[in-house]
């Protein structure tokens, strides 16, 4: 039994993996699923969470590194040392709670821009772990959110896409030396 992925939680000088920016194609596009998660996997993982602890993250998807994989990392807690980040691989919502809240959300891919985002407050997601187990969990409130925020950069779908104050959203964007031409809002 391979031993679980453990990183230290500290800032890395020259983080292993360099995070795409809005605008970059790479974002854009939907990942592919994980056939097998190996030792490949693993250490994919391992160096997300330091490039994530590194950038002050809390949440990083594999196409924000340019992977195209739907391997994403979360911890909520990460100045806790005893709380173990959390893998997630190939992740489904199986369901979504009755209860949508407006909650800020920023991304290590749009840095600077802190906007509100509804989303549904509870999800159940199903997932197989770093070794490969599937697992699944009832996530609420922030967790649920970073779940939900990571899993839609595995559909190239982007936080801004969701943001329903267009001027709050150009003003930002602008502010931080982004272009709205960037921005795909759902419908």
């Given at each position: ?6 990183v ?6 020259n983080?292993p993996l360099k ?5 970059d194609?790479?974002l854009r596009?939907p990942?592919?699923r ?8 693993r ?7 330091q ?7 809390i ?5 924000q590194?340019?992977v195209n994989?739907?391997?994403i990392v979360?911890d909520c ?14 992740p489904?919502i199986?369901?979504?709670?009755k209860?949508l809240?407006?909650?800020q959300e920023g991304?290590l891919s749009?840095p600077?821009?802190?906007l509100d985002?509804?989303?549904?407050d ?9 070794n490969?187990h599937?697992?699944?969990?009832k996530?609420?409130e ?10 839609d950069?595995l559909?190239?779908?982007?936080f801004?896409d ?18 709205s031409q960037?921005v795909k809002?759902?419908?």
């Open positions: 039994m391979p031993a679980p992925v453990l230290e939680k500290k800032k890395l000088k983080p995070i795409h920016y809005l605008g194609r790479v596009q990942a592919k994980v056939a097998k998660v190996d030792q490949s996997i250490h994919l993982a391992e160096q997300m969470l490039t994530m602890y590194s950038s002050e993250g949440g990083l998807a594999a196409p590194v340019g994989k739907q391997i979360i807690e990460p100045e806790n040392p005893e709380n173990p980040p959390l893998i997630l691989i190939n489904v199986k369901s979504f709670g209860t809240c407006d909650a991304c749009i600077g821009v802190y985002v509804q989303r549904p509870v999800i159940e997601v199903a997932y197989k772990d770093e490969g599937p697992k699944t969990l996530a609420k922030l967790l649920s959110r970073v779940i939900q925020h990571e899993m950069h559909k190239g779908i982007m801004v969701r943001v329903d104050n267009s001027l709050a959203l150009t003003a930002e964007l602008k502010k931080y030396g982004f272009s960037a809002p759902i419908t």
